[in-house]
C-alpha cells in the first residue's frame, strides 16, 4: 500500500525532471544547461560529491540536504541527456541500481540468512565476478584492480590495490617492515630529488605514498578524513593569522609568519 509520504515524494522528484526538462528544452531553456554534456558535467559531480562529504565531516544537516540536492540535480541532467538521445533515462538508473542490490544481498531478499560482514563482502566480491566475467584472462586479479580503479583517485586506487594484494598473500608480517620500507623509499626519494631526476623523484614520492597508505591501512585510519583534518587545521591557522597579523599577509618576513604561526597553535590548540 502506498502511503501519502511515498506519493509526495514520487511528486516531487517528477517535479525536478520536469524542470530540468525544461532547462534543457533547445528552444526556450537556458543556455548553459542546453550545451551540457555527460563530459562536461564530470567536474561538477566530482565538486558535488565532496561537498556532500565537507557537510557530513562538519556534521550540518541543512548543509547536508542542500548538497545532496545538488548531486541529485547531476545525477537527473545525466538521466535527462541520455533520454534526449533515447539511450537510458531516470527509471532505467533507478531499476538497474535496485536489481544489482538484490542480486548482491541474497542473504537478505534469497536466502533469508544471517552472515558475517567478511561473509557479506567475499560474497559481493563473488557476485560481481560473475556478473563481469574474465574468463579467458590468465591475470584475472590485475585485471579486475585495473577496472575498479580506473576512475578511483591515486589514493583511493592505491590504497584498493594493497587491500586486494594483502588478501592475495602479499602482505607484511609486522608494521615495523612497513615503517622500515617507507624510511627507505624516504632516502630514495631524496636521493631523487638531489641528481634533479623529475621522473625519478615523482616514482619515488609515489612509492612512498603508497607506504604511507599501507601505514594507515595496518592501523585502520582514513587517509581521506586525516588529510581533511590537516587541510581544515592549516586554513585555521592562516585564518587566525589573517585577522591578527599587521598589514598584508604578504608583506610579512618569514620570522613575523612563523612567530603568528606559534601563537595559531597555541591559541587555537590544534
Known amino acids: 500500500m502506498t502511503n501519502t509520504n511515498q506519493i509526495n515524494t514520487q511528486d516531487k522528484i517528477n517535479e525536478l525532471l520536469e524542470v530540468v526538462s525544461h532547462l534543457r528544452d533547445p528552444i526556450n531553456g537556458c543556455p548553459w544547461n542546453i ?16 561537498e556532500v562529504a565537507h557537510a557530513i565531516r ?36 533507478v531499476e538497474t541500481i535496485t536489481q544489482k542490490l538484490i542480486r548482491r544481498h541474497p542473504h537478505v531478499f534469497k ?34 584492480l585495473k577496472l575498479k580503479i580506473r576512475t578511483q583517485p591515486s589514493t583511493k586506487a592505491a590504497l584498493i590495490i594493497s587491500k586486494k594484494a594483502a588478501e592475495k598473500g602479499f602482505e607484511w608480517n609486522k608494521i615495523d617492515e612497513i615503517w622500515n620500507k617507507l624510511y ?14 623529475r621522473s625519478e623523484a615523482e616514482a619515488e614520492l609515489g612509492d612512498t605514498l603508497f607506504t604511507l597508505i599501507n601505514i594507515a591501512r595496518w592501523n585502520n585510519l582514513s587517509i581521506e578524513e586525516g588529510l581533511a ?42
Do not use: M
Not at 58 to 83: C, F, M, S, T
Not at 184 to 197: G, I, R
Open 35 to 50: 550545451k551540457q554534456t555527460h563530459l562536461s558535467l564530470v567536474p561538477y559531480v566530482l565538486e558535488e560529491a565532496h
Open 58 to 93: 562538519e556534521d550540518n544537516p541543512d548543509e547536508l540536504k542542500e548538497e545532496l540536492g545538488d548531486l541529485l540535480l547531476q545525477i537527473i541532467l545525466h538521466a535527462q541527456i541520455a533520454k534526449e538521445k533515447k539511450s537510458f533515462d531516470l527509471t532505467d538508473i
Open 111 to 144: 536466502n533469508k540468512e544471517k552472515i558475517s560482514l567478511k561473509e557479506v563482502e567475499d560474497r559481493w566480491e563473488k557476485i560481481k565476478g560473475k556478473e563481469k566475467p574474465l574468463e579467458n584472462s590468465k591475470t584475472k586479479i590485475s585485471d579486475r
Open 184 to 197: 627507505e623509499e624516504l632516502e630514495e626519494l631524496k636521493d631523487a630529488l638531489k641528481e634533479e631526476n
Open 229 to 270: 583534518k590537516t587541510n581544515k587545521k592549516f586554513i585555521d591557522r592562516l585564518k587566525y593569522i589573517e585577522e591578527n597579523i599587521e598589514g598584508e599577509l604578504d608583506n610579512q618576513s618569514k620570522e613575523n609568519l612563523k612567530k603568528y604561526w606559534k601563537l595559531a597553535k597555541i591559541n587555537l590548540k590544534h
